[in-house]
């Protein structure tokens, strides 16, 4: 069971665009910076948006964060074939002093 | 570039321990937070440590304290993970990981490729 509470799934068709949720409590996504991370099967993660809302250089601008509350969310806009990966969100958990990620959503583009 | 190489993974039995080691170039790694995440096959991510750049400042996931030690050897620009009484539950690829400032409080970029520790008899 993961702290943060994320969509075991998502889809959606090329170009249309999808949401992936992400929540959590005071004492994480309510005090602290929501990062999100893509994964390819069988390589490692990489940043995708830090600080709820910031795009590392070289992620393009159809990825967007944001966060309110104890909930953060994840805009994929003009879904891409090579967008279909695996979205983790994060943040530190206060109570726990530690990192916290969620469950992890698979999105599958159809 | 940043690089971080992860070493020490094996095969172990219910029990024994092993140590990891996280090679890190290109960057001031006194400078910053260093991490390691895990990954069951087939689960999701689980952070299980954390260090501040001086070392000073340790942290520690329920699941792992006390039986696995976090270190840092900033002469050597190498990271550790100690791993002690180990069980079934800790298999998984461990990833080495540095943070964004000099504590782990924040994002985690970039990660290792990563170590497969596999626990079994």
């Known amino acids: 069971q993961s702290v943060l509470t994320q969509p075991p799934s998502a889809s959606g068709t090329p170009g249309q665009r999808v949401t992936i949720s992400c929540s959590g409590s005071?004492?994480?996504?309510?005090?602290?910076?929501v990062n999100w991370y893509q994964q390819f099967p069988g390589t490692a993660p990489k940043l995708l948006i830090y600080?709820?809302?910031q795009r590392p250089s070289g992620v393009p601008d159809r990825f967007s964060g944001s966060k309110s509350g104890t909930s953060a969310s994840l805009a994929i806009s003009g879904l891409q074939s090579e967008d279909e990966a695996d979205y983790y969100c994060?943040?530190?958990?206060?109570?726990?002093?530690?990192?916290?990620f969620g469950g992890g959503t698979k999105l599958t583009v159809l | 570039e940043v690089q971080l190489l992860e070493s020490g993974g094996g095969l172990v039995q219910p029990g024994g321990s092993l140590r990891l080691s996280c090679a890190a170039s290109?960057?001031?790694?006194?400078?910053?937070?260093m991490n390691w995440v895990r990954q069951a096959p087939g689960k999701g991510l689980e952070w299980i440590s954390g260090?501040?750049?001086?070392?000073?400042?340790?942290y520690y996931a329920d699941s792992v304290k006390g039986r696995f030690t976090i270190s840092r050897d900033n002469s050597k620009n190498t990271l550790y993970l100690q791993m002690n009484s180990l069980r079934a539950e800790d298999t998984a690829v461990y990833h080495c990981?540095?943070?964004?400032?000099?504590?782990?409080?924040?994002?985690?970029?970039?990660w290792g490729q990563g170590t497969l520790v596999t626990v079994s008899s």
């Open positions: 990981a540095k943070g964004s400032g000099n504590y782990p409080y924040n994002r985690i970029d970039p």
């Open positions: 260090i501040s750049g001086s070392g000073g400042s340790t």
């Open positions: 005071s004492s994480n996504i309510g005090s602290n910076p």
């Open positions: 600080t709820n809302n």
């Open positions: 994060a943040a530190w958990d206060d109570s726990l002093n530690g990192q916290v």
């Open positions: 290109g960057f001031t790694f006194s400078n910053y937070a």
